[in-house]
């Protein structure tokens, strides 16, 4: 068992919650640009309202799908190579970005998608009818009216990704949820491991109070 003074855990502490700010913030950004985009375009290849393909759809939900069902911890060992032309290291925080942006991406894409197929169907129909374009239906009545799921979405994606950086020690990448493994668990530490739970609990449960409330900002359902 190691002994560790109040002023080592705190350095241990803020340098984890460093390396655990870079690997979601980034992460998280790549998923909701490209995810948002790629769920759209999903959604716009699904719809006969807009650009309804079979073929090309059935490739990006097989691409999304099979991205989704491979485990991070193996998706993250696997996409190392492609992490040092991206980034320039396999170790590291920001070696994890690369395998963490992939897994965020694919995961928001699925949930982007089924937020903007909710959207009442009489709705859009109504815009067609009255002779919109499809860019003014996409930003005007899309996006507007999925905007209160999305950030719901978001707000799970980003919980969902703060659970992944955990296994970022298999290359280094550190984290809080790394410290509570390497020095709370495997050397004992038992206040480390209290502390990392702690911290943890309180900003998953901040992110969901924020989410929520943003969310129900936007909800028209509740106006």
Known sequence: MV???IAEIMEMLWKAADETFIMVSWSLLAGLIF?????????????????KNRVIGNVANFIINATRSIPFLILMVAVLPLGT????????????????????????ARLAENAFSQ??????EAAIASGA????????????EALAQLIRHATVTTISLIGFSSMAGVVGGGGIGDLAIRFGYQRYVTEVLIICIIILIIVVMLIQYLGDKLAN???????
Not at 35 to 51: M, R
Not at 119 to 124: E, L, P, T, Y
């Open 217 to 223: 900002h936007f909800d028209r359902s509740h106006k």
């Open 133 to 144: 374009s499809h860019t003014r239906i996409i930003f005007g009545i899309l996006f507007p």
């Open 35 to 51: 995810g948002t985009l790629i769920g759209l375009l999903l959604f716009l290849l699904s719809n006969p309202f807009f650009l």
């Open 119 to 124: 959207i009442d169907k009489g709705v859009i």
């Open 85 to 108: 032309y991206i980034v320039g290291t396999t170790v590291g925080p920001k070696a994890v970005i690369v395998p963490l942006a992939i897994a965020a991406i694919a995961f928001y």
């Open 3 to 5: 002994k560790l003074t």
